[in-house]
């Protein structure tokens, strides 16, 4: 089926350790972001592609990293895991035409 | 830059009542303006979204808000809420002149309905 997909759905880290989120999408949008969802503070950008090579951040990019090779693919890594990065992670690409479409996010546990 | 305002992290309503969910947004260019709904332990769900074409929208599941420029406001409501509406729901923005890059959301309101 047509979207984005986001692997893994789960994950478990140890402080320091790191690792990337994968994010897929196979409509051909041009734009994709990176979202984080923690209670009571909503959904807050981590980072966001406005087209294959062209990334920036969004509210809350410390800790992560982004790149954009292609215009599918849109991982987000983590350098070093801490506590406070614990949260649920939200992958989306849009287009103008498209609007937006989300994964199905990844639960993200730093121990 | 862009911000979203809902009133009411929760709001508690019986079977059959109306739902009303508050979102104020501020912009400082026009805006294009988002409800989505959370399930539990799931993803997010498009209700409806304003893209500067008629000011009153209507969504799934029976749902409908209207842009008000005048109040900067963009209000979900529903004449008859079910059981089924139980979740919670979130209110965004995006910059019109910017188009679809990124949203910005609100920090969302639970509704919880009663029988």
């Known amino acids: 089926n047509a979207g984005v997909t986001q692997t893994p759905k789960f994950q478990v880290l140890k402080t320091g350790q790191s690792m990337t989120l994968q994010c897929a999408q196979d409509?051909?949008?041009?734009?994709m972001s990176w979202y984080r969802q923690d209670p009571g503070m909503g959904l807050r950008l981590i980072h966001y592609?406005?087209?294959?090579?062209?990334?920036d951040q969004g509210e809350v990019p410390n800790g992560y990293n982004v790149s954009r090779s292609t215009t599918e693919d849109f991982p987000l890594r983590l350098l070093s895991a801490a506590p406070s990065q614990t949260s649920v992670y939200f992958c989306?690409?849009?287009?103008?035409?498209?609007?937006?479409?989300f994964g199905s996010g990844t639960r993200l546990t730093v121990v | 830059a862009q911000s979203v305002t809902q009133l009411g992290s929760h709001v508690s309503v019986s079977e059959g009542a109306l739902v009303l969910l508050r979102c104020n947004y501020s912009?400082?260019?026009?805006?294009?303006l988002f409800w989505y709904v959370q399930y539990p332990n799931q993803g997010l769900q498009l209700l409806l979204k304003?893209?500067?074409?008629?000011?009153l929208v209507k969504g799934i599941n029976g749902f409908e808000a209207e842009f008000k420029k005048s109040e900067t406001s963009f209000h979900l409501t529903k004449p008859s809420a079910h059981m089924s509406d139980a979740a919670e729901y979130f209110c965004?923005?995006?910059?019109?002149?910017?188009?679809?890059?990124?949203?910005?959301f609100g920090t969302g309101t639970r509704l919880l309905v009663s029988p």
């Open positions: 965004a923005v995006s910059a019109m002149n910017t188009g679809f890059q990124k949203l910005v």
């Open positions: 304003y893209t500067s074409a008629a000011t």
């Open positions: 912009s400082s260019v026009p805006p294009y």
């Open positions: 409509m051909n949008h041009e734009y």
């Open positions: 989306a690409s849009s287009s103008l035409d498209y609007g937006y479409t």
């Open positions: 592609s406005v087209g294959a090579g062209i990334t």
